[in-house]
């Protein structure tokens, strides 16, 4: 199986339904949890679970363009009145921060070509991340949109610094 021209159909399709439930006219801050996609690197389903008004799990499944396929959970914890200074647009933007872990899995074309994990040979490896975002949720509709940039460390097979980032849609049922 081509993991390439499946993720990118399954990305699609995923845009496309994103698409249709935008008009909607409930808040996405009135749902426990968001599905959706992020373009970036990596480019993936995303997912995030609400604990309360301001913790949250998030996730996702990804393709690295570096030819990885990753899997991270978050803890986040997010400011929601950090910038709202009176203006009622940006008090639709919350920003985060958080910590989580990351498993990365080489596709079989990579591995033994040096940009395996640091590690020629490496079919998987483990890491740490902190990601730094803004949400947007606006107040009349069930999507939320984050910019996120999340440094790590990779620990196993070897020690060795990253960058993921990106942009991201979540709908919220």
């Known amino acids: 199986m ?3 021209k499946f993720a990118s159909k399954r990305i699609a ?3 496309v339904a994103t698409a249709t439930l935008f008009t909607l006219n409930v808040s996405a801050r009135d749902r426990d949890i968001g599905v959706g996609v992020f373009f970036g690197e990596p480019l993936g389903l995303t997912a995030k679970k609400w604990l309360d008004d301001r913790t949250a799990l998030g996730g996702g499944l990804s393709y690295s363009f570096n030819d990885y396929v ?3 959970a ?3 914890t997010h400011f929601p009145a950090a910038l709202s200074s009176g203006d009622s647009h940006l008090s639709d933007v919350t920003p985060y921060v958080g910590g989580g872990l990351v498993a990365a899995f080489a596709t079989s074309d990579v ?3 040096g940009r395996s994990l640091n590690n020629p040979n490496a079919a998987a490896g483990v890491g740490v991340r902190i990601p730094f975002g803004l949400e947007w949720s606006p107040r009349k509709t069930r999507l939320g949109v984050h910019l996120e940039v999340a440094p790590g460390l990779g ?3 070897g020690v060795y610094a990253y960058l993921h980032g990106g942009i991201g849609v979540r709908y919220y049922f």
Do not use: E, F, Q, T
């Open 2 to 4: 081509d993991i390439k």
């Open 111 to 113: 591995r033994g070509s």
């Open 155 to 157: 620990i196993v097979p």
């Open 13 to 15: 399709s995923v845009i």
């Open 74 to 76: 978050d803890y986040l």
């Open 70 to 72: 990753l899997v991270y």
